[in-house]
T-cell receptor, first 114, second 117 residues
Framework: AQSVTQPDIHITVSEGASLELRCNYS??????LFWYVQSPGQGLQLLLK??????LVQGIKGFEAEFKRSQSSFNLRKPSVHWSDAAEYFC????????????FGTGTRLQVTL | NAGVMQNPRHLVRRRGQEARLRCSPM?????VYWYRQLPEEGLKFMVY????????ESGMPKERFSAEFPKEGPSILRIQQVVRGDSAAYFC???????????????FGPGTRLTVT
């Protein structure tokens, strides 16, 4: 069964600083990988996804993520964080080749200081 | 194109009552998923449905919970005889048919926050 680990429960960065959120997955083949963002009291918004091809994927709001097969990682990055990026971020994995359930990590709560 | 719609957004039930949560997928999407989010936790998969079929219910509690996605109308998640432990946010997601080029990405609704008193 697939699993996702987000080792950082809570991260605080200053506005304008760079950001990297870690995600490690466990899955027997190349998975579908996703990052979602959730603001308080809201649903989840898809930031970006990786299915195949270029291992560096660009998403919305200036985010990017890099798939590293050797490390089973899919870390999310942003070069310069804005105060509006404060939210909960979830990494998720799905099965390749079919529509199926997503398995989520426990999330990383991002706080941005001014 | 309207997103995934869920209603009600907030639902309060007393212990022992029934809760019915509704989800209308995005236009053109034929796959519906339900997830539950407990406070300070990530989302846990409950059930995956296509029209008139339950595809995967491996995350559904064995008792009191049921889901349907009829030919017409929204998907319904039904919780009978609710208990305090059912208090959570319930999210619905939808995805396009895989054959249409959709590759598993899911779009989420705003959620229904169930409180059991």
């Amino acid at each position: 069964a697939q699993s996702v680990t987000q080792p950082d429960i809570h991260i605080t960065v200053s506005e304008g600083a760079s950001l990297e959120l870690r995600c490690n997955y466990s899955y027997g083949a190349t998975p579908y990988l996703f990052w979602y963002v959730q603001s308080p009291g809201q649903g989840l918004q898809l930031l970006l996804k990786y299915f195949s091809g270029d291992t560096l994927v660009q998403g919305i709001k200036g985010f990017e993520a890099e798939f590293k097969r050797s490390q089973s990682s899919f870390n999310l990055r942003k070069p310069s964080v804005h105060w509006s990026d404060a939210a909960e971020y979830f990494c998720a994995v799905g099965l390749t080749g079919t529509a199926s359930k997503l398995t989520f990590g426990t999330g990383t709560r991002l706080q941005v200081t001014l | 194109n309207a997103g995934v719609m869920q209603n009600p957004r907030h639902l309060v039930r007393r212990r022992g009552q029934e809760a019915r949560l509704r989800c209308s997928p995005m236009k053109g999407h034929s796959h519906v998923y339900w997830y539950r989010q407990l406070p300070e936790e990530g989302l846990k998969f409950m059930v995956y449905l296509q029209k008139e079929n339950i595809i995967d219910e491996s995350g559904m509690p064995k008792e009191r919970f049921s889901a349907e996605f009829p030919k017409e109308g929204p998907s319904i998640l039904r919780i009978q005889q609710v208990v305090r432990g059912d208090s959570a946010a319930y999210f619905c997601a939808s995805s396009p048919p895989y054959s249409s080029g959709g590759a598993g990405e899911q779009y989420f609704g705003p959620g229904t926050r169930l409180t059991v008193t």
